[in-house]
Each structure stands twice: as structure tokens, then as C-alpha cells.
């Protein structure tokens, strides 16, 4: 997908960026492939020359960002580096991942409270080997002394799925506790910093 803005942009391009925008703010049932064309400025028929249902589109959409995001992780968890730094890199390139493509997050929110009903695939499934790779990275480090012995490690991803989650996708309503933009330079800062400092704390074996 072409970011939105370059002037090489194709229509095919165009739509994947609007559907996305629209997928994320209304849901899937809540967007119609008029609404689509109509933000890309094209008919419905020009729309279904390049993808013929919602379905296709959607998939092609969450395909996308999900690749993206596997790529940013992949070269996180490649590092070299390892205890607290490797789980630093990892989550660092989850919250710019998401502070980059917040509608990434609420498309997953959605898929999560309608079980999957609309992508056509498992996401949780999708994501399980990722997710058991990190627990047993957790486990290794904790049976190796760098961090601190938890009975159910999976509970320290639990955390952090909420943690880097929760910010992006409830942005507007923490707006309102906040007095910030939560999407401002020195809020991401600040929520970066946070949730770094958090894990640190939460493993260190002393």
C-alpha cells in the first residue's frame, strides 16, 4: 500500500488507504462500498473493478497492516541484544507501530469483540506463534536468572497487549481524562517511557 499523499498514489492504492480509514471509524457492517468510493472520489463500479466484495477488501486491508507490523517485530526480535533490552526493542516497535497506524488497533479491537466473524480467519490463531514465542522468551529468562520468576508469564503479555493496545484505541476518551492529545509528541513520549519503565521494574530479579 502507497501512503496517502504521494503523488504516484494508484486508485487501487487510494482505496485500501480509504477503506481502512473507514473499516476502522465505523466498523465493517457500519461501511458500505459507496462510502468508500465516495472518499476516494470514484463510482462504486471503478471500486469493484479493483476488488469485487467488502470481503476482499477488508481481508486485503488487515492483510496489509499485519504485515507491516509482523516486519517491524521481526527486526526487533532479530536483535542481538538480550533480557530487558530484546523485550524493550519489541515493545518500542509495537508502539510506534500503532502510534503510526492507530487504525490498525481499532480494526483489531473490532475483530476481537466479533470473534473474527468478518476477517474470515482466526486472528488469535494468526497470532499465536508470536505470542508463544514471547512467552517462552520470557520463560528462558526467567529460568536464566535475568528476570523475575512469574507462575504465568503469559499474564505479563496479557499486560502489555492492554497496555499498548488500550492508549491507541480508547485515544479519544483518554483525551478527555488527560487534558493532552494523546496523539502529541510529548504524550506518545511520556506513554513510551511508561510502559518501558513499567516492564524494567515488573522484571528485574533483585
Not at 70 to 86: M, T
Request: aromatic share 12%; net charge negative.
Amino acid at each position: 500500500m502507497v501512503e496517502q499523499g504521494s503523488e504516484h498514489t494508484s486508485t487501487r492504492d487510494q482505496i485500501l488507504h480509504e477503506a481502512t480509514q473507514c473499516f476502522a471509524e465505523q466498523g465493517y457492517d457500519g461501511t458500505s462500498l459507496n462510502d468508500i468510493a465516495a472518499a476516494v472520489g470514484i463510482r462504486r463500479q471503478s471500486l469493484l473493478h479493483h476488488f469485487p466484495s467488502k470481503e476482499q477488501l477488508y481481508g486485503e486491508v488487515f492483510e496489509y497492516l499485519l504485515g507491516v507490523w509482523f516486519e517491524r517485530l521481526a527486526e526487533a526480535i532479530s536483535s542481538p541484544v538480550r533480557g530487558i533490552e530484546k523485550v524493550e526493542l519489541v515493545l518500542e516497535a509495537g508502539f510506534d507501530f500503532f502510534a503510526d497506524k492507530p487504525e490498525f488497533v481499532r480494526l483489531v479491537r473490532r475483530e476481537a469483540l466479533d470473534s473474527g466473524a468478518h476477517l474470515g480467519v482466526d486472528l488469535s490463531a494468526v497470532l499465536r506463534p508470536m505470542w508463544d514465542r514471547a512467552g517462552a522468551y520470557f520463560r528462558r529468562e526467567m529460568d536464566a536468572g535475568t528476570f523475575r520468576r512469574y507462575d504465568d508469564p503469559e499474564q505479563l503479555l496479557v499486560t502489555g497487549y492492554g497496555a499498548l493496545l488500550s492508549y491507541f484505541s480508547d485515544a479519544p476518551f483518554l483525551e478527555g481524562l488527560l487534558d493532552v492529545d494523546p496523539y502529541s509528541r510529548d504524550a506518545l513520549d511520556a506513554r513510551r517511557r511508561h510502559i518501558t519503565s513499567f516492564y524494567r521494574m515488573a522484571l528485574d530479579p533483585t
